[in-house]
């Protein structure tokens, strides 16, 4: 029966494929298709694995006997017998080979997605002890895949998911199934991993807006809604599900009709695309012949090609954080920083990279845990996040600081600082910079020039601006986390993200004063959270006076398109009577 599961729209456009639901704990396992001459391969592969594990079971309880202990342990014994009926059950068997039969899912993959088919039929069991056998099955499925991360392969490399490299097509034709990923959550390492891997759009329980797994779904430009709630558990393992991206929508088993309507607004956007594309050597120029910068946020010195793609200027922000996460706490040392800002700068080629130092923390842990034992009563986004991690560690900051100059060398580098608010942090950066400098000249090795910027996110910040002019090239806004800390909203809770209003009065005079503030004294200014990318707020960024954006690069062309129709002397003085308002977003639509 059709049902829709209403959450918030993060990233446009439409997928329309077969659910595959995840568990969060299991976002790791590989998820590459194999092709059908491997198919049986891969089955073999799964039963050496479930043989593999028998016997190890087997042996325990062998054990067990030889030491007499079988009676001792009675609970124990009848646990493993337990594990060894939920291995031989014809239901794990068959359904893992169906989906490796006729889906071409790899092994560990098939195993996973029957393990969420009968877990579901588990959790309704109305018998409680029938109930906990879930978490027997979890552990032999488990058992398995431990087996399998041991043993290599032999028809496919078993790289974890997303792990192939760019452009290698792991989508089967054969199969022709698109695939839409539903799960409770995702952490944006996850995200990374995602980038490179099947799935045509995703849909998660949880989640805000101006999360960091929103803001790389719309980086990757692949429909997704999260803050769906229950989607998870009402969404069955292969059910059809349309995802709409622009209305926050998804519709699970769909009826003909809904499957045509959406397929053709599918391809409306397509053509859509196709039109704005025809934009991207126009240059971004209003009504009135002002100049707007328009630049790329990326994630990954890879993203450098879309950037160009969408014909942005220069990287306006280049999230370094994505480059230590989910590596279980082994962080990028110099050398490897140092190629990959190097990547990112001549993959510009000679266009300037806004290179941020690395703001991990809040919604970014380091890796998939993110909270700490005994700390689940802290607040991460108060925390230890960005500058203030940066120098509680001055030797990773340092080697962090030493790489990005180091690259500067090979072009244009804007080196970005994230969260300052207070003017010993603004000290100690500068003087860790210098520092940084230093060392690299005792070592004798090359490095350039950078224009220092700092990113206004924190209301402390916006409201001091003129500390932050004296010491600083440019400064470039960060809408998310300023209105995630001006309206005490943290960005990531669908809970409260009715609240997270990007045109909240309080919002708007700071980032209207910050900007007035800058070109007073004719420093760059420029905002790089998602409202830049966000078309329904261009004119109102115009009018506030601002002449640089960055965002993702997916959104550039239809901004500029935005841009094209502007005429900015009028937007300035409609400008203020939104600046003026009660409710600015009453008058949003004028
Ligand atoms: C912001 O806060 O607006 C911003 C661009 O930084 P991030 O989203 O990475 O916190
Ligand atoms: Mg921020």
């Keep these: ?65 030889e030491l007499g202990s079988n009676d001792a342990h009675p609970e124990l014994s009848a646990l493993l017998d337990v594990h060894l009926m939920l291995l031989q059950d014809e239901q794990l068997t068959s359904g893992v080979k169906h989906w490796i039969t006729h889906r071409h899912y790899n092994a560990e993959w098939a195993l996973t997605t029957q393990l969420e088919v009968i877990a579901r039929q588990f959790d309704e069991m109305e018998d409680p002890y029938l ?3 879930k978490a027997d099955l979890e552990q032999v499925v488990e058992r398995m895949l431990r087996y399998m991360r041991g043993v290599a392969s032999p028809v496919a490399a078993p790289a974890p998911a997303g792990a192939a490299g760019k452009g290698e097509t792991l989508f089967d034709p054969t199969v022709d199934v698109p695939l839409v990923l539903i799960a409770h959550d995702l952490s944006p390492a996850d995200m990374l991993q995602f980038k490179q891997s099947v799935f045509a759009g995703f849909v998660t329980d949880v989640g805000g807006k101006t999360s960091h797994t929103a803001i790389v779904a719309r980086s990757m430009d692949i429909p997704a809604v999260v803050g769906a709630r229950s989607a ?45 594309s025809r934009l991207k050597n126009t240059p971004a120029v209003t009504l009135d012949g002002q100049k707007i910068e328009l630049l790329a946020n990326i994630e990954q010195p890879e993203d450098a090609v879309g950037a160009l793609k969408a014909g942005a200027v220069g990287v306006g922000l280049f999230r370094t954080e994505f480059l230590f996460m989910g590596r279980n706490g082994q962080l990028p040392d110099e050398e490897e920083q140092f190629s990959a800002y190097r990547r990112a700068v001549e993959g510009m080629q000679g266009l300037p990279v806004t290179v941020r130092t690395v703001d991990v923390g809040a919604d970014k842990p380091l890796d998939r845990s993110p909270v700490r034992a005994g700390e689940d009563h802290l607040n991460p986004a108060l925390g230890l996040r960005a500058i203030r991690w940066s120098l509680a560690d001055p030797a990773m900051f340092l080697a962090q600081l030493r790489a990005i100059l180091r690259a500067a060398a090979f072009g244009p580098i804007n080196l970005l600082v994230p969260m300052l608010a207070h003017a010993s942090e603004i000290r100690q950066t500068l003087a860790l910079v210098d520092k940084a400098r230093a060392q690299l000249d005792a070592r004798g090795q090359v490095h350039g020039p950078v224009r220092l910027g700092a990113m206004i996110e924190v209301p402390a910040a916006a409201l001091t601006i003129p500390l932050f002019l004296r010491y600083f090239d440019f400064l470039s806004i960060g809408t998310n986390d300023l209105i995630q800390y001006t309206l005490a909203i943290d960005r990531a809770d669908e809970a409260v993200s009715h609240l997270y209003d990007p045109v909240h009065p309080a919002v708007l005079h700071l980032l209207a004063s910050t900007i007035s503030q800058c070109r007073a004294q004719g420093k760059g200014v420029s905002v790089c959270g998602e409202m830049a990318g966000d078309v329904t707020m261009t004119r109102l960024l115009l009018g506030l006076g601002l002449r640089s954006f960055s965002m993702h690069p997916s959104q550039i062309l239809a901004v500029k398109q935005q841009i094209l129709r502007c005429d900015t002397t009028k937007l300035a003085t409609w400008a203020q009577t939104v600046l003026a308002a009660e409710d600015p977003a009453a008058l949003m639509a004028d």
């Design 232 to 276: 998870s558990h009402l969404i069955n393992q292969d059910d059809w599900v349309i995802i709409d991206g622009d209305a926050g929508v998804v519709v699970v088993d769909p009826s003909p009709i809904l499957l045509a309507e959406y397929g053709f607004k599918q391809r409306q956007g397509e053509v859509e695309r196709e039109r704005l």
């Design 131 to 133: 109930r906990e056998r």
């Design 1 to 65: 029966m059709s049902f829709t599961v209403h959450g918030l729209a993060v990233s446009r456009g439409i997928a329309i494929g077969r659910a595959v639901i995840v568990a969060s704990s299991r976002m790791d396992v590989a998820h590459y298709f194999v092709k059908a001459d491997q198919v049986d391969a891969e089955i073999l592969r799964l039963r050496h694995a479930r043989n593999a594990v028998i016997e190890e079971i087997e042996r325990v309880q062998g054990s067990l006997g």
